[in-house]
């Protein structure tokens, strides 16, 4: 008869334990991912157990037993955010040669203007540094400043600012000026006059925060 000696395949199950474990794993990362996601586009206003929990589809009790609540949701995306930096801005050289403070500060700038314009969720960030005082605003806020002040140590090596620059309140000026560009071509295509709408208008300004980096650094 055909297949008589065929073999029988029997299934194999999964153990118990590592299907525990996956399913964990993907529901934290629902929940942090529907996090994200619902800050990104109402903000803190609307963010709650609630819209989280229907935003992952899963049980609110579940954000409780995985993170113990609001606030370490939060505390959950404000680490996220140190994986942001080392995912947007690459610890590589990108093919330039790092000869100088200032090469890396530009290469840092470029990754940096990239980075914010490609996530909502950062910018929103951004914005609320500047118009929110609370204490989720700050946690957030520190932690992607401490991941981009990481990278600047862990790439320099022996690279040093030139004698008498202020290289930390320089970095924050120049930071700061990426940050408002950013925010203001997203809500009116332009900054200062300055049009924000293509990738050419982009380059501009690119090339622009380019010369001062080096106007200051060399």
Sequence with gaps: MAGANA?????????????????????QQAILDAAKRL????????????????GAGC??????????GLNGL??????DLGSWVNDRIPDDTGGMFLLTYGDLMERLSMLFLDALRADPLMRR?????????????????EARSKALAGWIERMRGSLVPPKGVDAQAVNAMIFAAIQHIVLAAAVSDQCAGLTLKNGKDWEKAATALKRIVRGVYG
């Design 39 to 54: 800050l990104a586009e109402e903000g803190f206003q609307n963010f709650g157990i609630n819209a989280v929990a229907r």
């Design 74 to 79: 939060v505390e959950a995306i404000g680490t």
């Design 125 to 141: 960030i951004v914005a609320w540094e500047v118009s929110e005082n609370s204490e989720q605003v700050r946690r957030l806020s």
């Design 7 to 27: 073999a029988v395949k029997i299934p194999v199950e999964m153990p118990v334990v590592e299907k525990r474990v996956r399913n964990r794993a993907a529901t």
């Design 59 to 68: 049980d609110k009790q579940l954000i409780y037993r995985y993170y113990g």
